[in-house]
T-cell receptor
Framework: NAGVMQNPRHLVRRRGQEARLRCSPMKGHSHVYWYRQLPEEGLKFMVYLQKENIIDESGMPKERFSAEFPKEGPSILRIQQVVRGDSAAYFCASSPSGQAYGYTFGSGTRLTVV | EDQVTQSPEALRLQEGESSSLNCSYT??????LFWYRQDPGKGPEFLFTLYSAGEEKEKERLKATLTKKESFLHITAPKPEDSATYLCAVPLEGANNLFFGTGTRLTVIP
């Protein structure tokens, strides 16, 4: 039973480009959460999705960031027109229900904006 | 304001030297306190959930305890492979996500 799969593991983008981060949850998990970890800071919640629905995006910056979890395929976190401050590790977690327990995290995507 | 504070920020131990990590929290209506381990370049790995004051859980050399204001992660006779960052987190009231502390970076020296 594969864990939460994130790709790419490392992503380098120039300022102004778009970054697309993918997350495939564990088999049987229909709840996906995205977190961001800035250097020397803790993990910060960004968005919580179920299939085809955004449930809570209270932690998502209002501009340039969007997330989706389509009926088929992985969840996507998209960052448009990236800036240096977007450089961070982005983690996806999945759970079988909408409760905080049962989180399984992926290994993350490390985004570097140059 | 909801807060989770971990101390110390960093801890260096000799192999076999037991110690404790602290996580203090100020959240209303605690719905569990979570401990994770994070190795460099990897995602957090779930260790324990504690739900009520007085509860204890153990796993190998780790034991987590919970009071009404804080949680401790006790590490008994640590080994170099216990070196990692240990994170605690709480679910915020009315939310489905976790609020994380900034972690304690543990280094165990052979």
């Amino acid at each position: 039973n594969a864990g939460v799969m994130q790709n790419p593991r490392h992503l380098v983008r120039r300022r102004g480009q778009e970054a697309r981060l993918r997350c495939s949850p564990m088999k049987g998990h229909s709840h996906v959460y995205w977190y961001r970890q800035l250097p020397e800071e803790g993990l910060k919640f960004m968005v919580y999705l179920q299939k085809e629905n955004i449930i809570d995006e209270s932690g998502m910056p209002k501009e340039r960031f969007s997330a989706e979890f389509p009926k088929e395929g992985p969840s996507i976190l998209r960052i448009q027109q990236v800036v240096r401050g977007d450089s961070a590790a982005y983690f996806c977690a999945s759970s079988p229900s909408g409760q905080a327990y049962g989180y399984t995290f992926g290994s993350g995507t490390r985004l570097t904006v140059v | 304001e909801d807060q989770v504070t971990q101390s110390p920020e960093a801890l260096r131990l000799q192999e076999g030297e037991s110690s404790s990590l602290n996580c203090s929290y100020t959240v209303s209506g605690l719905r569990g306190l979570f401990w994770y381990r994070q190795d460099p370049g990897k995602g957090p790995e779930f260790l324990f959930t504690l739900y009520s004051a007085g509860e204890e859980k153990e796993k190998e050399r780790l034991k987590a305890t919970l009071t009404k204001k804080e949680s401790f992660l006790h590490i008994t006779a640590p080994k170099p492979e216990d070196s990692a960052t240990y994170l605690c987190a709480v679910p915020l009231e009315g939310a489905n996500n976790l609020f994380f502390g900034t972690g304690t970076r543990l280094t165990v020296i052979p």
